[in-house]
């Protein structure tokens, strides 16, 4: 059954609206047709919020008499001419300058203290180096999305505390941010430079090309997971949801998917006709605490290495 909705591209705060599911502003994406019209603003679309929220409700097909499906626009909507598909612009990135100064190993940056504490100095600054980890003057962590060709994408600038090296969420600063966004405000990005999203760590491949590789979702994740298991290229896809034609660049590879403890069923359902195998190590080990608490990878390997537990920690790579 052919589809005749896409989730509406990113174009700024107002491309995105209030959630139905939990009443949260610019968090919304809409589905939109062919033609970029909205089905439903308040109904049809997905909440940015995946693990707290998870509102994502798909427009329905209506059949038509001769076989095939029409869209569920408002029949009394005025359709639109279909205007020429406009050529596609080239990536747009971040200037190597700017990066440069942002990789740096200072106690600033929260993460990376917590990197410290988990295992060493030493493997904070490898991992900073392998990743290119940035930190903001405010001492924020930069996650740099870097492709195959050494393009920085952008950036997702997150807050954490250095003890528990959880993000902060208690409001009293934005849980996370891009850096496209605020070179854009400072005026360094011209107004029609526009994100495109890679695997983070992508950069990565082409450096170790008969290297194993293992998938997870979140940034940090990966990170932590590389420090702990060094034979294999760890990637993030920075998202539950964020897969789609990221993935491409992992074909031909050996790839086995990680996801986390509520991230399990989706992964799976789009991952294994890739070729991609999804581990359900977590399934099998979790306690009904740590899935309340929705644990990945990391925590168990935090655990183990802050608290000493010794609780069968083997999820290595067929």
Same mark, same amino acid.
């Not at 499906?69 to 190597?96: D, G, H, L, Q, V």
């Not at 917590?114 to 900073?128: D, S």
């Not at 060709?149 to 997150?158: L, W």
């Not at 966004?181 to 082409?206: I, M, V």
């Given at each position: ?30 589905y ?5 019209v ?5 109904r ?17 097909y ?109 409001g ?12 854009? +405000? %400072? ?6 430079? &526009? ?5 983070? *760590?992508?950069? $990565?491949?082409? /450096? ?11 940034e940090?994740?990966?990170i932590?997971?590389?420090? +702990? %298991? ?6 993030? &896809? ?5 897969? *789609?034609?990221? $993935?491409?660049? /992992?074909k ?7 996801p ?34 929705k ?19 083997d999820?290595?790579?067929?």
């Amino acid at each position: 059954m052919k589809r005749h909705y896409h989730l509406l591209h990113y174009d700024g705060p107002a491309s995105r609206f209030r959630c139905p599911g939990c009443g949260r502003y610019h968090c919304f994406t809409p589905y939109v047709d062919d033609d970029g019209v909205p089905v439903d603003l308040e109904r049809y679309g997905r909440c940015d919020h995946e693990s707290s929220c998870g509102y994502h409700l798909y427009p329905p097909y209506e059949p038509i008499r001769h076989g095939g499906y029409i869209s569920a626009r408002n029949k009394f909507e005025k359709r639109p001419s279909k205007a020429k598909p406009a050529p596609r612009p080239n990536t747009c990135t971040i200037p190597e300058d700017i990066v440069a100064k942002s990789v740096v190993f200072t106690p600033k940056n929260a993460f990376l203290s917590f990197l410290c504490r988990v295992f060493n100095e030493h493997t904070a600054m490898a991992m900073m180096d392998m990743y290119q980890i940035g930190t903001t003057k405010e001492g924020y962590t930069v996650f740099y999305q870097i492709d195959t060709k050494g393009r920085v994408r952008s950036g997702k600038i997150i807050p954490y505390d250095p003890q528990t090296g959880h993000r902060i969420k208690d409001g009293s600063v934005p849980e996370a941010l891009w850096v496209h966004s605020r070179l854009k +405000a %400072l005026h360094q990005l011209p107004d029609n430079w &526009t994100l495109t999203q890679c695997l983070f *760590g992508e950069h $990565l491949l082409a /450096l170790h090309p008969d290297k194993p590789i293992a998938l997870v979702e979140a940034e940090k994740t990966a990170i932590i997971c590389a420090a +702990a %298991l060094p034979e294999y290229i760890w990637l993030a &896809t920075c998202g539950k949801s964020q897969l *789609g034609s990221k $993935l491409d660049v /992992l074909k031909g590879r050996k790839v086995v998917a990680f996801p986390d403890i509520d991230g399990y069923d989706e992964w799976k359902s789009k991952l294994t006709h890739l070729g991609i195998t999804v581990s359900d190590w977590l399934e099998k080990i979790a306690t009904e605490e740590e899935r309340k608490r929705k644990i990945d990878l990391a925590d168990r390997i935090i655990e183990e290495r802050l608290c000493g537990c010794q609780r069968n920690f083997d999820c290595r790579i067929e």
